[in-house]
């Protein structure tokens, strides 16, 4: 049985591991997202969602964008199951808000993406 949960282990949140991730993690994009990753030595894989401020103004349009970027994630993230665990960010870069069919298909691609790069 699959579990769709995102607990709160699975969100990265401590400052050392998130400045790690921008430093020496690898990145692509796709659009509307930008992923950076890094492999860890963590216990399950781990995420970041960020949307900028400057491109939407109203906190509801931001937080309408990350409870989908978030549901794409819980809903997929069986596809990422491996042996080696990954911190993930997701950065938002549209200036609009995209349907969140196409923001579940970019999840995918971006899970089939870090697996090939690893």
Do not use: C, W
């Not at 989908?68 to 994630?73: A, C, S, V």
């Not at 993230?77 to 950065?91: E, G, M, P, Q, V």
């Amino acid at each position: 049985m699959k579990v769709f949960s995102l607990k709160k282990e699975e969100r990265l949140s401590k400052k050392k591991l998130i400045q790690e991730l921008f430093e020496k993690g690898s990145s692509f994009y796709l659009y509307p997202l930008r992923v950076v990753f890094l492999p860890t030595n963590s216990k399950q894989n781990q995420i970041l969602i960020s949307v900028s401020k400057t491109n939407f103004k109203r906190a509801v349009d931001r937080n309408t964008i990350k409870r989908r970027i978030r549901e794409g994630y819980r809903l997929n993230k069986h596809a990422l199951s491996s042996d080696i665990f990954f911190s993930i960010a997701y950065i938002y870069t549209a200036r609009e808000i995209v349907d969140s069919s196409i923001i579940h298909q970019k999840i995918i691609q971006s899970f089939n993406e870090i697996t090939e790069r690893k």
